[in-house]
């Protein structure tokens, strides 16, 4: 159409690092406070603190694209579980914009694509098949 079907390699690499962002800060918020977030002030129980250590360690993974595949997999099976056990479970609606799962749905997804389309060029796990 415009032309840009030659930087889709790019786009996966832009999407892959923005969402890596994205979910690294919730790692960070949880277990490092940054940026603060009142509701994680008192420890966490066990649950939130395995869902920061994977947010924090698969956000990073997925950010700089190493070992994409496995972190993204077992990123998108966290948010599946947040989502049912969290924003569904805790007596809401199944509908993610009344329960405010909005969020984790497109996490789960984003990272089910990374599964199958991988990291893209701009990537430690690109520049480890050219080495």
């Given at each position: 159409?415009l032309?840009?079907e030659?930087?889709?390699?790019?786009?996966l690499?832009?999407?892959?690092?923005m969402?890596?962002?994205l979910?690294?800060?919730?790692?960070?918020?949880?277990?490092?406070?940054?940026?603060?977030?009142?509701m994680?002030?008192?420890?966490l129980?066990?649950?939130l603190?395995?869902a920061?250590i994977?947010e924090?360690?698969?956000g990073?993974?997925?950010?700089?694209?190493?070992f994409?595949?496995?972190?993204a997999f077992?990123?998108?099976?966290?948010?599946?579980?947040a989502?049912?056990?969290?924003?569904?479970?805790?007596g809401?609606?199944?509908?993610?914009?009344?329960?405010?799962?909005?969020?984790?749905v497109?996490?789960?997804?984003?990272?089910?694509?990374?599964?199958?389309?991988?990291?893209g060029?701009w990537?430690v796990?690109?520049?480890?098949?050219?080495?």
């Open positions: 159409m032309g840009l030659r930087f889709s390699p790019q786009f690499s832009v999407l892959r690092i969402a890596g962002l979910f690294l800060e919730h790692g960070t918020s949880k277990l490092l406070h940054i940026p603060h977030v009142a994680f002030d008192s420890p129980p066990p649950m603190l395995a920061g994977i924090l360690v698969g990073f993974l997925i950010t700089i694209g190493w994409t595949r496995v972190a077992i990123c998108s099976g966290e948010m599946a579980v989502f049912f056990q969290y924003h569904v479970r805790m809401r609606s199944i509908f993610p914009t009344q329960n405010e799962g909005d969020a984790a497109l996490f789960c997804f984003i990272f089910l694509f990374l599964v199958a389309a991988g990291a060029p990537s796990d690109a520049m480890r098949k050219k080495g």
